[in-house]
């Protein structure tokens, strides 16, 4: 079955700056990877996904790239701010089900 | 639409006792997923359904673990008997896989402390 490692588990970076979060997969059939953001107490909740035919896709302040051929794929989240503190989990996903990656917290400081 | 609806959204119980989760997927959605969110495991797939049909079952830590679907608007996790290590928050989620976008939405989740 599918394999989805993150890192790193933690990253506290100053608000206004960069975050970059990583996953790597083990199932090249894998087609659909998703990026859920859970704030404490709170269900998952899809902010970005991308498919296996595209490469890059982006949605104001966040973007996610993927490299299929090193089944690779990140989150890069540009000007954070404090509200985007959140543990954040990668997917993949094979034969329609979804597996998470552990979960990045992330902190943002003002 | 609602979301996906799961009740109750906690529960205590004492170690020994049965718990019965329940989970009402998105109207028109045909699959459903049980995860167990822990800090150590994290989010792990405990059973997922297929038109009300047990697909994967792989994930159900133990025989005291049971999942039905009896229709396509309701699904339970059953524990029965419960130990203080089944204490989690337990999300259902659905999805309708199209050509375009897999729509997996989760539950507000169940929060289950076991004393």
């Known amino acids: 079955g599918e394999n989805v490692e993150q890192h790193p588990s933690t990253l506290s970076v100053q608000e206004g700056d960069s975050a970059v979060i990583k996953c790597t997969y083990s199932d090249s059939a894998s087609n659909y990877f998703p990026w859920y953001k859970q704030e404490l107490g709170k269900r998952p909740q899809l902010i970005i996904d991308?498919?296996?035919?595209?490469g890059e896709k982006k949605d104001q302040r966040i973007a996610v790239t993927l490299n299929k051929t090193a089944k690779h794929f990140s989150l890069h989240i540009t000007e954070t701010q404090p509200e985007d503190s959140a543990v954040y989990f990668c997917?993949?996903?094979?034969?329609?089900?979804?597996?998470f990656g552990q979960g990045t917290i992330l902190t943002v400081h003002p | 639409d609602a979301g996906v609806i799961q009740s109750p959204r906690h529960e205590v119980t004492e170690m020994g006792q049965e718990v019965t989760l329940r989970c009402k997927p998105i109207s028109g959605h045909d699959y459903l997923f049980w995860y167990r969110q822990t800090m150590m495991r994290g989010l792990e797939l405990l059973i997922y359904f297929n038109n009300n049909v047990p697909i994967d079952d792989s994930g159900m830590p133990e025989d005291r673990f049971s999942a039905k679907m009896p229709n396509a608007s309701f699904s339970t996790l059953k524990i029965q008997p419960s130990e203080p290590r089944d204490s989690a928050v337990y999300f259902c989620?659905?999805?309708?896989?199209?050509?375009?976008?897999?729509?997996?939405?989760f539950g507000s989740g169940t929060r289950l402390t076991v004393v």
């Open positions: 989620a659905s999805s309708l896989q199209t050509g375009s976008s897999y729509g997996y939405t």
């Open positions: 997917a993949g996903t094979s034969y329609g089900k979804l597996t």
């Open positions: 991308i498919r296996s035919n595209v």
